[in-house]
């Protein structure tokens, strides 16, 4: 992820697991190359956070993840969509289920 200590309104707060404040670049300043590698670093930290990050980390992870995602999607309203990635597609997958 892409943090630096607290400085100018382009970038978002947050805190991170000792407390300390700490900012990352606002996501609609990132280029499309920066914001595919930010949401993949963040992705890949996922678990871990998760497991072993304090309530703060996880909480301040979560607000950057929403940031991240949500920029992607106002830049890719029309993304593909994988059948298999939806309900109906996944109940195609397992027959029997139901919803």
Known sequence: MCLRRAGTRTR????????????????????DQQLMKELET????????????????????????????????RRHPRRPVAVGRTRSGARERQPGCEA
Do not use: C, F, K, W
């Open 12 to 31: 978002t707060e947050g805190t991170d697991d000792r407390g300390t404040t700490m900012t990352g670049v606002d996501p609609g300043l990132l280029d």
């Open 42 to 73: 963040i992705h890949r930290t996922r678990h871990d956070t998760l497991l072993y990050g304090s309530n703060d980390a996880l909480r301040t992870h979560n607000v950057r993840m929403a940031q991240l995602e949500g920029e992607y999607l």
